[in-house]
């Protein structure tokens, strides 16, 4: 088993900055992010495994960076030029495998979340 702590987030004015991290208890090869807004489906942000290979949602691409310090079983995401619509509860996710696919059933452990709050 496990366990993913998060850290990071808050609140930010639209076009301003934020960053998340999160430590995982255990080794892992792929780590990502979720988000879930209210009233909608958690869907998947970024995920980077291992071997340095990132994969991100087209909505996120060229604002956001994923990276994973191995040594330390974390996962960095610095969220930049934030809109209103990044805002919702962000979700690390962890897994054994080397699939970077942002699908939740490719992940195998999953931390409590943290709030992202982007006003206008």
């Known amino acids: 088993q496990v366990t993913l702590v998060e850290s990071g987030g808050g609140s930010v004015q639209a076009g301003g900055s934020l960053s998340l991290s999160c430590e995982a208890s255990?080794?892992?090869?792929?780590m990502g992010w979720f988000r879930q807004s209210p009233g909608k489906e958690r869907e998947g942000v970024a995920a980077v495994n291992s071997y340095g290979m990132p994969n991100y949602a087209d909505s996120v691409k060229g604002r956001f960076t994923i990276s994973k310090v191995n040594a330390k079983n974390t996962v960095f995401l610095q969220m930049n030029s934030l809109k209103p619509d990044d805002t919702g509860t962000y979700y690390c996710?962890?897994?054994?495998?080397?699939?970077?696919?942002?699908?939740?059933?490719?992940?195998?452990?999953w931390g409590q979340g943290t709030q992202v709050t982007v006003s206008s």
């Open positions: 996710a962890a897994s054994r495998g080397s699939s970077t696919i942002l699908r939740e059933t490719a992940f195998n452990w």
């Open positions: 255990g080794f892992t090869i792929s």
